[in-house]
């Protein structure tokens, strides 16, 4: 028997429904603070429906829209909630642009940031072997 859209969520239906692994979920709680599923007896974890709802949002701001962990942080601090429910909902950058224009020269150079810390890593580790 599915349970219905009211009904709370384990960790382990949330991944499922949100098409991403458990431990992912337990990232985002370490990197988003507005990321709080309810804790029972021994720390098992459950998700409300606006959990997922957020949970949803952040996925496809990370995975489909190209954002770092730092611009949903961003995107959550000069927005709020709703902006993140509302990316997952399908609601993405305006018409005609690409995620990284929708977040402008900022988000671009964040990126590029990004970008050269882990080629440095990567370096770093190619010239150990």
Known sequence: MAKGPEAFRTIS????????PQ?????????????RP?????????YRPTDI?????????????GYTIKGVQRLHREEGLRRLVTAGE?????AGQPASAA???DGLYEALRDLEAVKLRLDDLLKAH
């Open 53 to 65: 709802a957020v949970l949803r949002g952040v996925r496809r701001l990370l995975h489909d829209e």
């Open 90 to 94: 399908g609601a993405a950058a305006p």
């Open 103 to 105: 977040r402008g020269k």
């Open 23 to 35: 431990h992912v979920l337990r990232f985002w709680e370490t990197k988003f603070a507005f990321i």
């Open 13 to 20: 239906e949330a991944a499922d429904e949100l098409h991403v």
């Open 38 to 46: 309810m804790k029972r007896a021994g720390g098992r974890r459950f």
